[in-house]
């Protein structure tokens, strides 16, 4: 089976522009996640979608952030001004079903520098 | 809230040699713990994860790690390491409701020949 799709896989930006990844995740997979993963460190939950509703959004910065999962199958995350500590990787991943075992799938994320 | 402690930043081993790789905890529940390892360019693969039952779980690659409650530690060895297992492996917790992963800061593990 085909793996989470991410895109772009690499990004750069300046300051104030705005920017948008996209991901595709598994197929058959509900929920959906968007991890944040700063260079030297492992990645952070930004955002849970369950099918096309949010679960978890408690770490998204929603002043300059924001996600969508119109149709509870891909999704868009969106950073409207850019700033420089938003270069990072952006990973997406997806899971079978909520709640039970947690195994996450990950796409190959999107490289963003912010310049 | 839950968190996740890997003391050691960089490893450096020989090929041939055995990895130990240690994982500390903190979540006031029964853990769902993963061991994902990360290679240059890429996402991240799962490499084994411990849910309950036996303590001591095998994983893909040749790993395999030790849940030990009494020291809230889930370390991950592999007996002889091969050049290709250099890269970057994160641990992390997860709650059995929600799914959320908190990942440690990574070991990253490079092999000598």
């Known amino acids: 089976e085909a793996g989470v799709a991410q895109s772009p896989r690499y990004k750069i930006i300046e300051k104030r522009q705005s920017v948008a990844f996209w991901c595709n995740p598994i197929?058959?997979?509900?929920?959906l996640y968007w991890y944040q993963q700063i260079l030297g460190q492992g990645p952070k939950l930004l955002i849970q979608f369950q099918n096309n509703g949010v679960v978890d959004d408690s770490q998204l910065p929603k002043d300059r952030f924001s996600a969508e999962r119109l149709k509870g199958v891909d999704s868009t995350l969106k950073i409207q001004p850019a700033k420089l500590e938003d270069s990072a990787v952006y990973l997406c991943?997806?899971?079978?079903?909520?709640?039970?075992?947690?195994?996450?799938?990950f796409g190959p994320g999107t490289r963003l520098t912010v310049t | 809230a839950q968190s996740v402690t890997q003391p050691d930043i960089h490893i450096t081993v020989s090929e041939g040699a055995s990895l130990e790789l240690r994982c500390n905890y903190s979540?006031?529940?029964?853990?769902?713990l993963f061991w994902y390892v990360q290679s240059p360019g890429q996402g991240l693969q799962l490499l084994l994860k411990?849910?309950?039952?036996?303590?001591l779980v095998q994983g893909i690659k040749g790993f395999e790690a030790e849940f030990k409650r009494s020291q809230s530690s889930f370390n991950l060895r592999k007996p002889s390491v091969h050049w290709s297992d250099a890269a970057e492996y994160f641990c992390a917790v997860g709650a059995a409701a929600g799914n959320k992963l908190t990942f440690g800061g990574g070991t990253r593990v490079l092999v000598k020949p």
């Open positions: 197929s058959g997979h509900a929920t």
């Open positions: 991943a997806s899971s079978p079903r909520g709640g039970t075992n947690g195994e996450q799938y």
């Open positions: 979540y006031g529940a029964t853990p769902y």
């Open positions: 411990y849910f309950s039952g036996d303590t």
